[in-house]
């Protein structure tokens, strides 16, 4: 099990920072390395190339003689530790050399002779000395293979003391640099990781104190519009709609208790009666009729309860179909002819032939009837009633449903739309406040919806909107 402080991003990130930038400086440090032994190397060879010219020189004008003598000599003069000179036939036989003690180990290395014989372009080699008489160490030497007349080559080489103290120095001067970035990248990462995670920190802290009865509780927004800035922004705003919707289910809790209450409350009351009064056959009769009736208004609010909850979730049991509307808003408003004539109210329609929408016909009888339905049961004898059926603009169907009932007041047009939502002004009607719901729940199913605004003079307007593509006009 990894303790939690290795799977915290602070520490990733602080390994990721100081990762790169400890990996970064060691490539720029083997950079300069091969950088730095370039120009050392090339130093070297240009040096012993001056000496193999200067031989070439000496042999023109001195002959043989001269620059055996001056093998020894600048060999002497640069210190026999320090460079060595031989003269050697093509073949590989050397027939004159410097003082060679220091450099008894060098031998002619033949794949550099042969080179040289092949291309007559000179060649050089970086080579292991071994000092025998100093315990077999080691250091390294340039060496140099060059005609210097036609048919003798130069074998020169030089010491890379200045190379191997150079290596020397780099290789402590590496590690200790090393060390350092190591040490100093890993606090500024850490340092840098807890900076920018401190707003996370902040957040959690925040979230910590909310529980359900601190959700008044909210993250700190600095304000900067970055990313963590942003994060709490929504943190915020998903807490808003959380404790809205709490809100909301306290709210139809209530209601839930409220409504449920009176028809329970009546059912009882009725079989009370019953069990205590001694009455008539007939009597009995009309109250197990009402029992049933309270009973039936019961489960049809738990019916409507259960389908909004389906629809809202995605679970409604829809069954798309090409639909006429025009024929069925038309035979709808037909059968609310006798209704009309009964309550005395003023009903007309006015529906557009030939719309054609791709619906679940139940759903929108549902949602239509409840509209009309809604519309009669809120307008008084002597007042209007009227349905329209058009397209709409940019394809839309509309359905507009219009009274001049007792009208909703603006501060309530939204609220009506919530489960239980009941005005003050309506509560003289029988209702459950669910069929709006309902209805708007299949309107945005069908992915249109559905909106009240006042009447002119008085009542209300609804408006179902259908739109067009798979769920709308066809
Ligand atoms: P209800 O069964 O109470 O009618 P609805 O969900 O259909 O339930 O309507 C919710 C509330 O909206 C009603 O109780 C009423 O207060 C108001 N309302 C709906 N339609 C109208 C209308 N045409 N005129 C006035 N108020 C209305």
Redesign the pocket.
Same mark, same amino acid.
């Given at each position: 099990m990894i303790p939690r402080f290795f799977r915290t991003i602070a520490f990733r990130l602080t390994l990721w920072y100081a990762g790169i930038f400890s990996v970064s400086s060691c490539v720029v440090f083997i950079l300069f390395y091969f950088l730095a032994t370039q120009v050392i190397v090339n130093q070297m060879d240009q040096e012993l190339l001056e000496k193999a010219g200067f031989f070439s020189t000496i042999i023109q004008r001195k002959g043989m003689t001269g620059a055996n003598n001056l093998a020894v000599l600048e060999a002497q003069a640069a210190g026999e530790k320090k460079i060595f000179f031989r003269l050697l036939y093509p073949n590989g036989q050397v027939f004159a050399s410097s003082h060679m003690a220091y450099w008894s180990s060098i031998q002619i290395h033949q794949a550099s002779l042969e080179s040289l014989l092949k291309t007559r372009q000179h060649v050089f080699k970086t080579q292991d000395v071994q000092l025998k008489h100093k315990g077999n160490s080691v250091f390294k030497a340039r060496i140099l293979y060059d005609f210097v007349a036609p048919e003798v080559v130069l074998q020169t080489g030089l010491a890379m003391d200045t190379y191997d103290s150079f290596l020397g120095a780099y290789k402590r001067i590496f590690g200790l640099s090393m060390g350092f970035v190591v040490i100093v990248s890993t606090l500024f990462g850490w340092f840098l990781s807890k900076k920018a995670l401190s707003g996370v920190d902040t957040i959690t802290t925040t979230v910590k104190k909310i529980s359900g009865s601190t959700l008044d509780e909210r993250v700190f927004e600095t304000g900067n519009e970055d990313e963590l800035d942003y994060l709490a922004k929504t943190f915020n705003e998903m807490l808003d709609r959380i404790q809205a919707l709490i809100k909301s289910i306290h709210e139809m809790s209530d209601n839930i208790a409220h409504d449920l209450k009176s028809p329970v409350t009546r059912i009882r009351g009725f079989a009370e009666l019953a069990l205590i009064q001694q009455d008539t056959m007939e009597e009995y009769r009309s109250m197990a009729a009402n029992t049933i009736e309270e009973s039936d208004r019961l489960l049809d609010m738990i019916n409507t309860m259960l389908v909004i909850s389906k629809v809202d979730a995605g679970q409604g049991e829809f069954v798309f179909e090409r639909l006429d509307l025009s024929r069925m808003i038309k035979g709808a408003c037909e059968l609310y002819l006798p209704l009309a004539e009964d309550t005395n109210i003023h009903f007309s329609y006015e529906v557009e032939d030939s719309i054609t929408v791709y619906a679940d016909r139940r759903m929108i009888q549902r949602a239509f009837s409840?509209?009309v &339905?809604?519309?009669f049961?809120?307008?008084d004898p002597g007042e209007s009633v009227s349905v329209v059926l058009k397209k709409g603009s940019q394809e839309c169907i509309h359905i507009i449903?219009e &009274?001049t009932?007792?009208?909703?007041d603006p501060g309530?047009r939204e609220s009506?739309?919530q489960r239980f939502?009941?005005?003050d002004?309506?509560r003289t009607?029988?209702?459950?406040?669910?069929?709006?719901?309902?209805?708007r729940t299949i309107a945005r199913a069908h992915h249109g919806d559905i909106t009240?605004t006042g009447n002119n003079t008085k009542?209300?307007v609804?408006l179902l909107t259908l739109p067009h593509g798979n769920f709308g006009v066809i």
């Amino acid at each position: 099990m990894i303790p939690r402080f290795f799977r915290t991003i602070a520490f990733r990130l602080t390994l990721w920072y100081a990762g790169i930038f400890s990996v970064s400086s060691c490539v720029v440090f083997i950079l300069f390395y091969f950088l730095a032994t370039q120009v050392i190397v090339n130093q070297m060879d240009q040096e012993l190339l001056e000496k193999a010219g200067f031989f070439s020189t000496i042999i023109q004008r001195k002959g043989m003689t001269g620059a055996n003598n001056l093998a020894v000599l600048e060999a002497q003069a640069a210190g026999e530790k320090k460079i060595f000179f031989r003269l050697l036939y093509p073949n590989g036989q050397v027939f004159a050399s410097s003082h060679m003690a220091y450099w008894s180990s060098i031998q002619i290395h033949q794949a550099s002779l042969e080179s040289l014989l092949k291309t007559r372009q000179h060649v050089f080699k970086t080579q292991d000395v071994q000092l025998k008489h100093k315990g077999n160490s080691v250091f390294k030497a340039r060496i140099l293979y060059d005609f210097v007349a036609p048919e003798v080559v130069l074998q020169t080489g030089l010491a890379m003391d200045t190379y191997d103290s150079f290596l020397g120095a780099y290789k402590r001067i590496f590690g200790l640099s090393m060390g350092f970035v190591v040490i100093v990248s890993t606090l500024f990462g850490w340092f840098l990781s807890k900076k920018a995670l401190s707003g996370v920190d902040t957040i959690t802290t925040t979230v910590k104190k909310i529980s359900g009865s601190t959700l008044d509780e909210r993250v700190f927004e600095t304000g900067n519009e970055d990313e963590l800035d942003y994060l709490a922004k929504t943190f915020n705003e998903m807490l808003d709609r959380i404790q809205a919707l709490i809100k909301s289910i306290h709210e139809m809790s209530d209601n839930i208790a409220h409504d449920l209450k009176s028809p329970v409350t009546r059912i009882r009351g009725f079989a009370e009666l019953a069990l205590i009064q001694q009455d008539t056959m007939e009597e009995y009769r009309s109250m197990a009729a009402n029992t049933i009736e309270e009973s039936d208004r019961l489960l049809d609010m738990i019916n409507t309860m259960l389908v909004i909850s389906k629809v809202d979730a995605g679970q409604g049991e829809f069954v798309f179909e090409r639909l006429d509307l025009s024929r069925m808003i038309k035979g709808a408003c037909e059968l609310y002819l006798p209704l009309a004539e009964d309550t005395n109210i003023h009903f007309s329609y006015e529906v557009e032939d030939s719309i054609t929408v791709y619906a679940d016909r139940r759903m929108i009888q549902r949602a239509f009837s409840n509209l009309v &339905d809604n519309a009669f049961k809120y307008t008084d004898p002597g007042e209007s009633v009227s349905v329209v059926l058009k397209k709409g603009s940019q394809e839309c169907i509309h359905i507009i449903v219009e &009274d001049t009932g007792i009208g909703i007041d603006p501060g309530e047009r939204e609220s009506i739309f919530q489960r239980f939502y009941r005005t003050d002004r309506s509560r003289t009607k029988q209702g459950s406040g669910l069929g709006l719901s309902l209805a708007r729940t299949i309107a945005r199913a069908h992915h249109g919806d559905i909106t009240v605004t006042g009447n002119n003079t008085k009542g209300s307007v609804f408006l179902l909107t259908l739109p067009h593509g798979n769920f709308g006009v066809i």
